[in-house]
Every structure is written in C-alpha cells, then in structure tokens.
C-alpha cells in the first residue's frame, strides 16, 4: 500500500512542479496571462503541496504499519 502512496506523492510533486514552472514563465513573461492566471497558479500550487504531503503523511503511516 505505501507504493501506492509514493506513485500518487510523486505525480502529486510533478504536478507541482508543472504549475509552478507555467507560474514562473508566465511571470516572467507578464502580460495578460499573468493578470488572469497568476493568483490562481499560486493557490493550485499551494493546494498540490498540501496533497503531496498528504500522500507522504499516507506513505510513512502505511510503511510503518
């Protein structure tokens, strides 16, 4: 079970890095896309890490076990 765990934890960390990529270059570039999207890139990002850790928290718990 905590196998599961750790494939889910890592596609939740690359998710994260998916978005916080697309934050930065659409920073970086300014503009529009910014305007609309930058708030919103910055809470999935924070949401994604909650569930990362989330699915580490699971991991630990369940390789204990």
């Not at 934890?9 to 994260?16: F, K, N, Q």
Request: proline fraction near 0%; aromatic fraction near 10%; charged fraction near 10%.
């Amino acid at each position: 079970m905590s196998t599961a765990f750790f494939i889910l934890m890592s596609l939740a960390m690359a998710a994260v890095l998916g978005v916080l990529l697309v934050g930065i270059f659409g920073m970086a570039k300014g503009g529009e896309f910014n305007k609309k999207y930058g708030n919103r890139l910055m809470q999935a990002r924070v949401t994604l890490q909650a569930v990362a850790l989330g699915f580490f928290v699971l991991a630990v718990l369940a390789a204990k076990k």
